[in-house]
């Protein structure tokens, strides 16, 4: 039998800089295969060309042994390819069966449309899976794994034969993921070919069957995941050795620098109580909704407070927002760097200096010499790889975004660094250079408190864990305690 | 040009450049409205032997002043993601406000008037920052949508202009006042003066100090500014503020040309000021734009309309082609969002 999807030599380029060179992509039936690269490696380009959203330079697409040429990604579709994208596009006022069948509702006479067959279709489609979901629900009111699960029954309900998950898993929490891997296992099952697209080794090397890796454009490696460690992907997919993922050359001192006292916000944090010590790393461990994002929000004076006492080197505070944070040396990366991060039709000097603008003005003038020098000395620390700092921040890579952000934050030079999620949708390389300055962070007297959902990063990175649980604290580890199951054991 | 000037201008260069070099289209795209500019005065200067003359010139530029002092606020409102339907009202009531101390006539109801031009022109301006308070209050406290409550303010400072002037004319200005609208300095008129200055002040402002950085992260996000420290809310209400002030300006500028401030007077300035504002290239989402873009844009729309009025060109047509340019400029605008 032909391989449902078998592409070879694909190339593309975009005003004569090459964004794909060469892909090549083997997906048999019942299988999951992982593609695997880092940013600017080419999948999206191999992706959207698959989807007929891109035109191609060159190369073959088959589906079952026969060629194809798609113009549209509705002609994609037709011929049973589907794609769930990264970003998430519902209609949130409309309810999921509205939206899985947008466009192509089931009608009576005059146009109106057959709301019972709807809901009916899309229930079963739903049941059919065990996705745990109303057909009549609105969008709005769902979690974002549900919506994620709502987009890929949608790309069920066209009958795809080809499924291509694109980073399913980077708005979920761990049991959130479990659901999904499920569906996943259910579709695998049932004859359905599935293309994998994941930052997250650890969930290659759980779900994936086979992987492909490119690097810069270009087809490199690709094989069954039982012939293949973790350690010799990560060389594959960065073209050199990585010694080790994380990088953590930090001791904590004894010295306690910020203590809160029944911390509590008006949403998500109830009567929470921890020390953070001098040049230590405290991970922040809990289950989507369990209060994770709060606590720091509330950190930073970003929810409205209800009750609890903060200090800082012994001295009690009132923070009541960013600019009292601030001013007590804490700075703040949140979780979605697009969201609250950066301001990406702003340049990276801009971003860079944006919380440091009062220090780099005089009388409201900006001093435009110093804004520069500030702005190349952290591109410089940080190695920010940009080609040059007018550049527009929305042209960077996620790496290299979430390094403005932490840029920004250094500049104000903070004693404690709250961080959330710090290597989200950020490409394997990167990952370990952001660990690398949050180790130097800590190393130099910095402390860090670090929510992730991302078991092995707390486990690599963490020098202590609280675990929340419905906003409070559920368990506390030190390292030398710490293992993913008793993470998962008292999150759960 | 200034450093931040350069450091702005470099942005948008690397932005359309990166991948393609200096294309034709990148060059339209980037100079477009400036190359349509000079496209026009070119061709104007080609079939009609007055426009380039020195008089001409001179009240081109002097006609676009009002347009463009109230557009130059309707840019930082639009630079924040907001909107300020309410100008062209608040400009008749700041006019019906100075106009009532400025005047010699005896139906004027305030006592003692006429006072000294200075104290008719910092109670107009005042009329015009209060009118702007109030809209950049609601906006920025209560997060009401500036669209709805510039619509509000539209109509409540017209009503108010109504009111304090009687629905009737304020005649009779004083000389003194009228010389803001009518007196010129070296020939060349005070209006144009005081255009280029707002507009020296402004682009100041934008590029080069920390309110113009705070008024650009903001629009382009508020979120992002927030956590980062800034004081949203502030800058948000000040947008209003300024825009009300320039409205004042703008309001006793065509008082003092005409001699008398009209109640009706500025009835849908808001939308030609809208309009070189987007035509300058600033966009509506926020955070991208120039105040310099803004003045071209107004001169673009002054031209074009002298231009037609030069070829006796019903002005009726002059709507239509407004109509088409601004359509035409926002598609610019697009396509260049497109590539990037």
Redo the contacts between chains.
């Keep these: 039998m032909p391989p449902l999807l078998e592409v070879e030599g694909l190339s593309k380029s ?4 090459p964004a794909l060179i060469d892909g090549r992509f083997r997906l048999e039936a019942g299988t999951v295969h992982a593609l695997c690269g880092g940013n600017g490696a080419g999948k999206s380009t191999f992706l959207k060309i698959v989807m007929g959203i891109h035109d191609r330079d060159g190369g073959t697409i088959r589906r079952n042994g026969r060629e194809v040429v798609f113009s549209s990604p509705a002609e994609a579709l037709q011929n049973g390819i589907a794609i769930v994208e990264q970003e998430l596009s519902p209609v949130p006022a409309m309810t999921v069966a509205e939206n899985i069948y947008m466009g192509r509702e089931p009608l009576r006479s005059f146009g109106r449309i057959d709301f019972a067959t709807l809901n009916r279709q899309t229930q079963d489609l739903l049941d059919g899976f065990g996705f745990a979901i109303r057909a009549t629900d609105v969008m709005m009111d769902l979690t974002v794994a549900q919506t994620q699960l709502v987009e890929i029954a949608k790309a069920l309900s066209y009958d795809a034969e080809v499924i291509i998950l694109d980073e399913p898993t980077s708005a979920l929490g761990e049991a959130e993921a479990e659901h999904l891997f499920d569906a996943i296992a259910t579709l695998k099952n049932r004859g359905k070919g599935l293309i994998y697209v994941s930052h997250r080794l650890s969930e290659i090397f759980s779900i994936a069957d086979h992987y492909t890796v490119f690097r810069d454009g270009r087809f490199v490696e690709d094989g069954a995941i039982g012939d293949i460690t973790k350690d010799e992907l990560i060389r594959l997919i960065v073209g050199r050795p990585l010694n080790e993922e994380f990088v953590k050359e930090n001791t904590p001192a004894d010295r306690v620098v910020l203590r809160a006292e029944g911390l509590s916000a008006a949403r998500g944090v109830r009567d929470l109580s921890f020390d953070l010590r001098e040049g230590e790393i405290l991970g922040l461990y809990g289950l989507m909704g369990s209060g994770r994002t709060e606590v720091l929000d509330r950190l ?1 004076g ?1 929810s409205d407070e209800a009750g609890g006492r903060l200090s800082i080197n012994g001295q009690p505070v009132r923070i009541s ?3 009292d ?2 001013s007590a040396g804490i700075a ?1 990366v ?1 979780e979605d760097r697009k ?9 990276v ?2 971003n860079l ?3 440091s ?2 220090r ?2 005089r009388l ?3 001093r ?2 110093q804004e ?1 020098e500030a702005a190349s000395r952290m591109i410089r620390e940080l190695g920010i790889r940009t ?2 700092d ?3 921040v ?2 960077l890579s996620g790496g290299n975004q979430q390094k403005v952000v932490l840029g ?1 934050w250094f500049m104000i030079a903070p004693r404690i660094l709250l961080l959330d999620e710090p290597t989200r949708g950020v490409d394997v390389g990167a990952k370990r250079e952001i660990y690398r300055v949050i180790s130097d962070f800590a190393r130099g007297g910095g402390s860090v408190i670090m929510v992730s959902s991302e078991t092995d990063e707390i486990l690599g990175m963490a020098d202590r864990v609280i675990v929340l649980k419905d906003g409070r604290k559920a368990g506390e580890l030190a390292r030398s305690q710490l293992s993913a199951e008793e993470l998962l054991h008292l999150a759960a | 040009m ?3 000037g350069e ?2 201008e ?2 948008m260069q ?2 359309t450049t ?3 070099g200096w294309t034709a289209t990148s060059v339209i795209q980037r100079y477009g409205i400036f190359i349509a500019l000079l496209l026009l005065c070119l061709t104007l200067a080609v079939i009609n032997d007055n426009f380039l003359s020195t008089r001409n010139l001179l009240n081109v530029l002097r006609q676009t002043s009002i347009n463009g002092i109230l557009a130059i606020g309707m840019t930082f409102v639009i630079l924040t993601r907001g909107i300020d339907l309410s100008v062209g009202s608040v400009a008749a009531f700041a006019g019906v406000v100075a106009a009532s101390l400025a005047t010699t006539s005896s139906t004027g109801m305030i006592a003692g008037a006429p006072y000294p031009a200075l104290v008719a022109i910092l109670a107009g301006l005042a009329a015009g920052v209060a009118c702007g308070s109030v809209s950049g209050a609601i906006v920025a406290r209560f997060n009401v949508p500036a669209f709805v409550v510039t619509l509000g303010m539209l109509s409540a400072a017209r009503g108010l202009t109504l009111l304090y002037s009687g629905g009737r004319p304020i005649p009779a200005l004083t000389e003194e006042f009228r010389w803001i609208g009518t007196g010129s300095i070296w020939g060349i008129p005070v209006p144009i003066f005081l255009l280029l200055g707002t507009f020296a002040v402004a682009h100041f402002v934008l590029t ?7 008024v ?2 903001v629009g ?2 508020p ?9 949203v809310r502030r800058i948000r209400f000040s947008v209003y503020v300024i825009a009300g002030a320039l409205a004042g300006l703008a309001g006793m500028l065509l008082a003092a040309r005409t001699g008398s401030a009209l109640p009706q007077a500025g009835i849908a300035y808001e939308l030609d000021a809208i309009a070189a504002v987007v035509i300058g290239g600033t ?1 509506l989402a926020g ?2 734009g120039r105040v310099s873009g803004t003045l071209i844009g107004a001169l673009l729309i002054g031209v074009m309309n002298n231009g037609l009025d030069l070829m006796g060109v019903e002005s009726y047509y002059q709507q239509v082609i407004k109509g088409i340019l601004i359509v035409a400029a926002v598609m610019l605008d697009q396509s260049k969002n497109k590539q ?1």
């Design positions: 975009f005003s004569g800089s930073f970003l927002g960013p600019s944070a601030m703040y949140t969201q609250t991060g950066l301001v990406l039709s702003s340049s000097r801009d200096c944006l919380s603008l009062d780099l003005s409201g003038v900006m435009s010499r520069a080609a040059s007018a550049l527009t929305a042209n920004k | 200034t450093r931040a450091a702005m470099l942005t690397t932005r990166t991948a393609r080069q100090t920390r309110f113009g950085r705070h650009y992260a382009g996000n979120h992002a500014a927030k956590v980062s420290g800034l004081p966009s955070g991208v990037d």
